[in-house]
C-alpha cells in the first residue's frame, strides 16, 4: 500500500513525538518488582502499580538509573531510610519518559526521594502490627515461660557472621564457666532470601522443641540497611507460634524491628545476649548458693534447739528415773524373798511324794521281774519241741517243690509224649506266630525234626 511505513519509521515518530510533547521530568510512585545491577554500574528496574484491592498489576515500566547517578542515589537513599533499594519497595522518583526504536519505553531515573519510601515503610510497618494485634497472637512468644537455666540454646544466624562469632565465644569464656550446649541452625540474614531462611531454620528447630530452652536470632557486622527482612509480617507471625521463647539480638540502634517485637526478648546485639543468657544462669546458682546457706543455717539451728530441749528433759528425766529404778528395785528384792520361800516349801513337798513314788517303783519292778523270770523259764521249755515242728513242716514243703520242678522239667514233659516247636530262634506258642513258608523245627524226648508250613490254621 502507498501509505505504508516501517516499523522503524513508526518508532522513529513515536520517539520524536514523545521527546516533544513529554521532554520535563515527572515525579511518579511505583513499586519496585524487579532490580538488577550489572557490572558496569548501571541499575536496571521493572516498576509496577498494584491495584490496593486485589493486588493485581496495573500498569508496569522500565526504568533505568545509569552508574553515574545511581552512585550517588544509593548511598543516599539507604543512609536517610536505613533500607537497600530492593524488589517490594515503593518509591517516589523523578524520572523523565525515553523511548528507543529497538528497545521501546523506559524511563530514566535522575532522583530519588527516601522520606516518602520512610512514610511508607513505616505505614507498612503499623499496618502488620495492627493486624498481628487483630489477630490476638502479637504477645503469644513473650506469654511463653522462660526457663530458669536456659543451656540449651538453638541459634539461627549466618555462620560467618561476626555477631555469631562473638556470641559463641562469649559463652564459652563465661567467668561464671556455666556450661552451655548450642547448635547453630544457617541462614541468611540480610537479602530478598533472609525471611524465607529464616522461617525455614525455625521450622528445623521446631522438630527439637522438647530438647532447646531457647532460640536466639543473632546478627552483626551488617548494614543497618540490611533489616527488612525483619519487618515481615510472615516471620513475626512464625515467632508468635513457636513453642520456644525467641530472643534477639539483630544489632541495630534505631527503633525496633516487628520480629524483636513479637519476640520473648529484645536485646541490641549479639554479646548481649549471651551475656543475658549467663546472668540468668548465674543468678540462678547464687539463689541455689544462698538457698543452700538458708537451710544449713535453719538446720543447725534447729538442731542446737533439739539439743537444748534435750538437755531440759534430761535434767527433768533423770530424778524421775532413779526415782522409779529404786521403786522398782524394792520391788524385786521383796519379790525374791517371797519367791525363795515358797521355792523351799515347794521344794520339800516334792521330795516327799518323789519319795513315795520311789518305794512304789521298787515293790512294782520286783513283782514284773519274778512274773517275766517265770515266763521265760516256761518259753525255754517249749522252745525245743517248737523248732522241731518247724523243720519237720519245711521239710514236706521242700519234697512239695522238688515233686512239682521235677514234673514241670522240660525234659520229663517230653518224656510223657509232648514236643517242642522252633521257629526263627523263639518258641511258637500261638499259629500267630508263623507263617506260610516258614522253617519250624520241632525238638521231642529223643531228638528234633525240621519241617516246612504249608498253610496256618
Not at 138 to 166: C, W
Not at 234 to 239: G, V
Not at 283 to 298: A, K, R
Not at 299 to 326: D, Y
Amino acid at each position: 500500500m502507498e501509505n505504508a511505513i516501517s516499523l522503524f519509521e513508526l518508532n522513529q515518530r513515536i520517539r520524536e513525538l514523545i521527546k516533544s510533547t513529554m521532554s520535563e521530568s515527572f515525579w511518579i510512585i511505583a513499586e519496585i518488582s524487579e532490580l538488577r545491577i550489572n557490572s558496569s554500574g548501571h541499575c536496571y528496574l521493572e516498576l509496577v502499580e498494584k491495584d490496593p484491592d486485589t493486588e493485581g498489576i496495573k500498569a508496569r515500566a522500565r526504568a533505568t538509573i545509569w552508574s553515574y547517578t545511581f552512585r550517588i542515589l544509593k548511598p543516599y537513599f539507604e543512609t536517610t531510610t536505613n533500607r537497600q533499594l530492593e524488589t517490594g519497595l515503593k518509591i517516589l522518583v523523578k524520572c523523565q519518559v525515553e523511548f528507543h526504536e529497538v528497545y521501546g519505553l523506559s524511563l530514566n531515573i535522575s532522583d530519588i526521594d527516601p522520606t516518602y519510601t520512610i512514610g511508607e515503610l513505616a505505614k507498612r510497618r503499623m499496618e502488620i502490627i495492627r493486624q498481628l494485634e487483630k489477630d490476638g497472637i502479637l504477645h503469644m512468644n513473650r506469654e511463653l515461660q522462660f526457663p530458669v537455666v536456659p543451656q540449651k540454646i538453638a541459634i539461627i544466624s549466618s555462620s560467618t557472621a561476626a555477631g555469631y562469632e562473638d556470641f559463641t565465644k562469649h559463652l564459652d569464656t563465661n567467668e561464671a564457666r556455666i556450661r552451655f550446649y548450642y547448635k547453630l541452625f544457617p541462614a541468611y540474614m540480610q537479602g530478598s532470601e533472609a525471611e524465607s531462611s529464616i522461617i525455614k531454620a525455625l521450622e528445623r528447630i521446631y522438630k527439637y522443641e522438647h530438647f532447646f530452652d531457647t532460640t536466639v536470632i543473632i546478627r552483626g557486622g551488617g548494614s543497618q540497611a540490611d533489616l527488612s527482612c525483619f519487618d515481615s509480617y510472615d516471620l513475626a507471625y512464625h515467632i508468635t507460634q513457636f513453642p520456644i521463647p525467641v530472643i534477639t539480638g539483630i544489632g541495630h540502634e534505631r527503633d525496633e524491628s516487628v520480629t524483636d517485637m513479637v519476640a520473648h526478648k529484645q536485646l541490641k546485639t549479639p554479646t548481649a545476649v549471651a551475656g543475658f543468657l549467663i546472668s540468668r544462669c548465674v543468678d540462678f546458682s547464687n539463689y541455689l548458693h544462698d538457698t543452700e546457706e538458708q537451710v544449713v543455717n535453719i538446720t543447725l539451728g534447729e538442731i542446737e534447739r533439739k539439743k537444748t530441749a534435750i538437755n531440759t528433759i534430761t535434767l527433768q528425766f533423770s530424778p524421775l528415773v532413779q526415782k522409779i529404778l529404786n521403786a522398782s528395785n524394792r520391788r524385786i528384792d521383796n519379790a525374791s524373798q517371797k519367791f525363795g520361800l515358797l521355792c523351799r516349801k515347794y521344794l520339800l513337798s516334792r521330795t516327799e511324794e518323789l519319795k513315795s513314788i520311789l518305794s512304789g517303783i521298787r515293790h512294782t519292778s520286783k513283782n514284773l521281774i519274778n512274773i517275766n523270770k517265770i515266763n521265760l523259764n516256761n518259753q525255754l521249755q517249749t522252745i525245743p519241741i517248737r523248732v522241731r515242728n518247724s523243720i519237720s513242716k519245711h521239710h514236706k514243703k521242700l519234697d512239695i517243690h522238688s515233686n512239682t520242678a521235677d514234673f514241670l522239667n522240660p525234659g520229663n514233659v517230653l518224656k510223657r509224649g509232648y514236643s517242642i516247636t522252633f521257629a526263627k530262634g523263639k518258641v511258637i506258642k500261638s499259629a500267630n506266630d508263623i507263617e506260610p513258608g516258614d522253617s519250624i523245627i520241632t525238638r521231642y524226648h529223643k531228638g528234633e525234626s525240621l519241617s516246612k508250613v504249608e498253610k496256618v490254621k
